[in-house]
């Protein structure tokens, strides 16, 4: 039996084939569109009025009721001000995800349930399937546009509530549909950015200058030395070197934003380095943390997306830390800025997201210690009692141990010790950190896969010659280069 489902129709062909399946599913559809800014005064350019027709055309065509809310006051209480506020303070804030938040499964969700309907669908690129815990949100099919990162802030107890129809299909499968059934909409373009920007991301730098003013500063090196001048330091991001206008005078190298000095308006710079501390981060504080599954506590091997368009990493979450929650990475991520998101995840099923603090110098591998071990990898692969008797990340086996099962993973060339079984062509964990391999999936080439990398069995370790099981194939000479302790 169908269920009577509240549809944000934003004027996107997204939305608008969302509809359409949800029609043909059996379901009783009623489109809302949502107001949340007018442009009135100037400071932003919204093109509302555009939305608004083509969302009114899709439901005229696809026969359903169809109201307009305005939600522009709350809008701006929950997000504008709120993004405006992190600029001033040096952040870097997602606006997208106080949105989702907020306003679109907050708000929206609100007026569903007061018109009487069973759930709140939208044509976000994710999907939401029944588990033990309750409702996942996992990612959706399409890994080229999906959407899972910016609903890492939605709270839990609204996802049984949710309906996502695009979250299996992909994209030009969706465009596709839309041209065959006709839709009126079929070929407008994606919106890109935000309402209050106009779509247009470049006009951030307006729009903050026009909230919160200019105030010029000085641009130095780390030493000191002026090299230019800034409009406000809120105008630029560590990491970015778009708009700074400094020269390097070198062939290949640019200066970029490595720090901000709020007291003293300076902003500072640095040639791009892969070994510059400010620019590879390797532990990050984290606050503001939400969980979509029940709230974690201890420590956690888990896959984190450190920004929408970047791959998931291999990451450990500590929520014990003496200072609050915080996350280190396998590798240094380049330039994460306070203000910006983390999303975290469990093989496909988005567990929460947190908000960039501190950059800590601290990590539990640079002080020499393992952390606790984790109970599952973010491939989904089990592990009953991981109990690591060697390391072969850069320091060698633990001195006393008498088994050290290796495994490799040549196209990420990481070495590791373990017990745990990779199943398929997935990546396993390194338990003597808790860190995932890589993030490959079926693309990498672990042993573990079809073919094991060479028929060898034995390791030579401190003069001593290693037995591993059948289980335990590796490549010596791989295993060579990733370790160079190794004799």
């Given at each position: 039996?169908?269920?009577?489902?509240?549809?944000?129709?934003s004027g996107g062909v997204d939305s608008a084939v969302a509809c359409h399946l949800l029609l043909r599913a059996g379901h009783a559809v009623e489109g809302v569109h949502m107001r949340t800014w007018h442009g009135k005064d100037g400071l932003g350019d919204c093109p509302w009025?555009?939305?608004?027709?083509?969302?009114?055309?899709?439901?005229e065509f696809c026969k359903i009721p169809f109201r307009v809310v305005s939600l522009v006051d709350r809008y701006r209480q929950f997000v504008v001000e709120p993004f405006l506020r992190s600029y001033a303070a040096g952040?870097?804030?997602?606006?997208?995800m106080l949105c989702n938040r907020w306003i679109k499964f907050g708000a929206l969700l609100e007026l569903a349930r007061e018109l009487g309907c069973d759930g709140l669908a939208t044509g976000h690129y994710c999907r939401t399937a029944a588990g033990e815990d309750g409702v996942h949100l996992l990612v959706g099919r399409d890994g080229t546009k999906d959407q899972s990162y910016f609903l890492a802030q939605v709270r839990r107890e609204a996802l049984p509530f949710l309906h996502?129809?695009?979250?299996?299909?992909?994209?030009?499968?969706?465009?596709?549909?839309?041209?065959?059934?006709?839709?009126?909409?079929?070929?407008?373009?994606?919106?890109?950015?935000?309402?209050f920007l106009g779509g247009k991301v470049a006009a951030i730098g307006e729009f903050l200058l026009c909230h919160l003013g200019e105030n010029p500063g000085d641009i130095v090196d780390r030493g000191g030395r002026r090299l230019g001048r800034h409009?406000?330091?809120?105008?630029?991001?560590?990491?970015?070197?778009?708009?700074?206008?400094?020269?390097?005078?070198?062939?290949?190298?640019?200066?970029?934003?490595?720090?901000?000095?709020?007291?003293g308006n300076r902003l500072t710079v640095a040639l791009e380095s892969s070994s510059d501390p400010a620019l590879r981060v390797g532990a990050v504080a984290l606050h503001s943390l939400n969980f979509l599954c029940r709230p974690l506590a201890g420590s956690h091997a888990l896959a984190a997306r450190v920004r929408y368009r970047d791959p998931p990493v291999a990451a450990w979450l500590h929520m014990d830390g003496d200072g609050g929650p915080w996350v280190e990475f396998a590798r240094p991520q380049r330039a994460l800025a306070p203000g910006q998101?983390?999303?975290?995840?469990?093989?496909?099923?988005?567990?929460?997201?947190?908000?960039?603090?501190?950059?800590?110098?601290?990590?539990?591998?640079?002080?020499?210690?393992?952390?606790?071990?984790?109970?599952?990898?973010?491939?989904?692969?089990?592990?009953?009692k991981p109990r690591p008797v060697g390391c072969c990340c850069g320091k060698g086996p633990v001195q006393g141990a008498t088994e050290l099962?290796?495994?490799?993973?040549?196209?990420?060339?990481?070495?590791?010790?373990?017990?745990?079984?990779?199943?398929?062509?997935?990546?396993?964990?390194?338990?003597?950190?808790?860190l995932p391999l890589c993030n490959r999936g079926a693309d990498c080439w672990c042993w573990g896969a079809d073919k094991p990398l060479c028929g060898e069995y034995k390791l030579l370790i401190n003069d001593e010659v290693w037995e591993l099981g059948e289980n335990h194939r590796f490549c010596p000479g791989t295993v060579q280069k990733i370790c160079p302790q190794f004799p």
């Open positions: 039996m169908g269920k009577k489902i509240l549809l944000a129709l009025r555009d939305d608004l027709e083509s969302a009114r055309s899709v439901a952040e870097t804030p997602n606006p997208d996502f129809p695009l979250g299996n299909w992909k994209k030009m499968a969706v465009r596709r549909l839309a041209r065959q059934i006709g839709l009126p909409n079929a070929d407008r373009p994606d919106s890109q950015g935000v309402c409009r406000g330091i809120f105008l630029h991001t560590i990491g970015q070197r778009k708009g700074l206008a400094i020269p390097s005078n070198r062939d290949g190298e640019h200066y970029v934003a490595v720090a901000k000095d709020l007291a998101h983390l999303a975290f995840y469990r093989g496909e099923r988005l567990l929460g997201g947190g908000i960039y603090g501190e950059i800590l110098q601290k990590s539990h591998f640079s002080l020499g210690m393992a952390p606790p071990n984790a109970q599952t990898d973010p491939m989904g692969i089990q592990e009953e099962p290796i495994r490799i993973c040549v196209q990420c060339d990481v070495g590791f010790g373990n017990h745990l079984t990779i199943r398929g062509n997935g990546c396993g964990l390194c338990w003597c950190k808790g």
